[in-house]
């Protein structure tokens, strides 16, 4: 599979095709001009236009964190829904291929929706930028579970990516890991996230937490709280 730097053309072709399953307050205006369907609101915020539901769009990162932990260099990885902005966060010793891969299948069984499309960084462990087929070993393995690779080579020029960016764990935590052992890391990635997911208000989400933005899609009411570390979400 070719990894693609403009989503734009999946997007609109996932819309077309499951404009009869969508809400039409979800779909952009462009979209319910040419579907027939009268828009309920006046506009739509950036969030919405670009990730319609839960899943359609999640952003992927991996960061070094500052201070070394047991004579090593934690790495995070991170992955937020855009359209709810739900995280999930796991650590690795390394930011490897192999680290990357399992990181997606942590997060695929972890939020509680299927996963259609992620988007990197131009950059390994996600992708790097040849012609040697080696090179687009996780654009394949996305590929292989249903999933679109899309890729940012202006991570800062993204709809969404540099205000999603600013809410990841490590960002947070950069500079002030001193002295910490890893399992208070651990202790304290669990506690963000829990934090982040059911109580962070957020001006992006009209001042609702990612919990709360989850329950404003009909089938997910029924979740009271997100862990990502107790939370198993069953693909069948």
Do not use: C
């Not at 899609?217 to 069953?234: A, E, G, H, I, M």
């Amino acid at each position: 599979m070719q990894s693609s730097r403009d989503s734009r053309s999946f997007q609109s072709r996932f819309l077309e095709q499951h404009a009869g399953e969508t809400s039409p307050t979800t779909l952009p205006w462009s979209e319910l001009g040419q579907l027939g369907l009268k828009p309920v609101r006046q506009s739509r915020s950036v969030v919405d236009l670009v990730a319609p539901t839960p899943g359609f769009l999640v952003y992927i990162e991996s960061s070094k964190l500052s201070n070394e932990v047991s004579e090593t260099e934690p790495v995070v990885f991170s992955a937020i829904d855009a359209s709810t902005h739900l995280q999930i966060a796991r650590l690795y010793v390394t930011a490897s291929f192999a680290s990357a891969i399992d990181f997606v299948e942590f997060t695929m069984s972890r939020f509680p929706f299927p996963i259609l499309q992620i988007r990197t960084a131009d950059e390994a462990p996600f992708y790097v930028n040849s012609s040697l087929p080696t090179h687009q070993r996780f654009s394949e393995f996305l590929q292989a579970r249903m999933m679109h690779h899309s890729v940012m080579s202006r991570p800062l020029n993204d709809e969404l990516y540099p205000q999603l960016s600013k809410f990841t764990f490590s960002r947070m935590a950069s500079g002030s890991l001193n002295g910490i052992s890893s399992g208070e890391l651990m202790e304290g990635l669990a506690s963000y996230l829990l934090i982040h997911n059911n109580y962070r208000e957020l001006p992006a989400l009209q001042g609702r937490t990612p919990l709360q933005k989850l329950h404003s899609f009909d089938r997910f009411k029924q979740l009271y709280s997100f862990d990502p570390f107790t939370y198993v979400f069953n693909r069948g």
